[in-house]
């Protein structure tokens, strides 16, 4: 019988740490004890650990996976003893590789053997739902469901997706039914479903995989104790795909599938975006949260476009498409400070603080997209170059500055703007300097930095009253 920690390191997370969850599933299948822990924990360090797991997830949340790995380095006798793995670590081995003597594992675990002679195919395994019960001050999302995986893979390989990486072969993993028996059986029946797959829709036996969803207890309309249950394909389902073969909105339709998330990540695929809408419009479904990339290849125009093509097809069609702009990070970048070629940093901080205000969210309503995002792709640059406040707290600074400020910044010509716009994202990085840096600037310039750094600092209070714009 061996100990075993299971940590997650203390960053953000929606979902419960699955790998953790089946790597419970199988040390206790051998009779060892497992712990599961969020962060750091004193208590946890002092102990003589026969084996401990670190996950990792965003590349840029490295730096904390790394300083987790180092406080429990001194809780095993051998560094080996500590294996780390999951999504960041298979994108940037080298980063942990290089700082630490741990063992990393790159990819999923889906082969016998992986961690030694006998083990089982760890990503084959049903995870551990009551690990997560041993930390009830932090809530995943969402509390009751399923979380399953049916297929692995990708059929596409887009350049800003890490699926490539991770998940080379596109291919079926598991059955569904024998995944929810298994729930049930060791730890109960559960009331929705979410399904982790990345482009479900491209395996070929889909049909039968929609029926088998339907069998389990979630056909259309399905409740269970007097509430909806839902089906939420996580990841996102490929419009191209439904666009392609109508009957796949058919499907999605014969289970509780909801909300319907698709993919928006470039405006080059409007027209198939449009259709699927439209497809999935006539199979009954009204309510979409669909993801938008940028800062990739595009530039704000395409982002601004995107935004409103959604607005368009709500009113056409009466119904509620929810936008999530999602900024692309390189898969070696570990600080998250990348500008595109055709952004500028002052944008995406501008879009960054929009999103605060919406809480990460575009909303359906045609007016609240206006009044964030304005009615114009030029009154939408301006929006993103305002200082921070006078987005967030629209209402409170509309009399109280942002109006000077507007009649200072529309007198910058092009070339100036764009100038001005340069020298706000070099003064975002001095820190140190930057207070001696602005005091050198007078005129139009000046007067604009005012707006942004007060006396030459960075404003730190908030309006007496919390309120974003408003419609």
Known sequence: MRNILLAEPDYRSKFPPLGLMRLSTYHKSEGDNVTFVRGRNPDLRSVNWHRIYISSLYTWELPRTLKTIKYYGTAVNNPKDIIVGGTAVTLLPQYIRSKTNVTVIEGLLDRPNMLGIGSKAIAKLIPDYSIIEAVPDYEYFPADAYFTKITKGCIRSCKFCAVPILERKFGFLKDLRRQIEDVNERHGEKQNLVVMDNNILGIDRIQSIFDDIAKVGFAAGAMKNGKKRSVDFNQGLDARLINKDPSLAEGLASICTSPVRLAFDFVGMERPYRRAIKILRQNGFNEFTNYMLFNFKDAPEDLYRRIWINAELNS????????????????????????????????????????????????????????????????????????????????????????????????????????????????????????????????????????????????????????????
């Open 316 to 471: 056409e069609l009466g119904i509620r498409i929810t936008g999530f702009p999602m900024r692309f990070i390189p898969m070696d970048d570990i600080k998250r400070n990348h500008i595109a070629k055709k952004w500028k940093w002052r944008y995406l901080r501008g879009i960054q603080c929009v999103l605060l205000a919406t809480r990460g969210l575009i909303s359906p309503n045609r007016e609240f997209t206006r009044a964030a995002f304005g009615s114009s792709f030029n009154e939408f640059l301006e929006i993103l170059s305002m200082p921070d406040r006078y987005i967030i707290y629209r209402e409170d600074y509309r009399n109280n500055g942002a109006d000077q400020w507007r009649r200072l910044f529309r007198r910058l010509r092009p070339h100036k703007r764009e100038e001005f716009l340069n020298l706000l994202e070099e003064l975002n990085k001095s820190y140190r300097d930057r207070k001696k840096r602005i005091a050198k600037f007078n005129g139009l310039f000046g007067k604009l930095l005012e707006h942004y750094y007060p006396n030459g600092e960075t404003p730190q209070r908030k309006p007496k009253q919390d309120s974003h714009f408003q419609v």
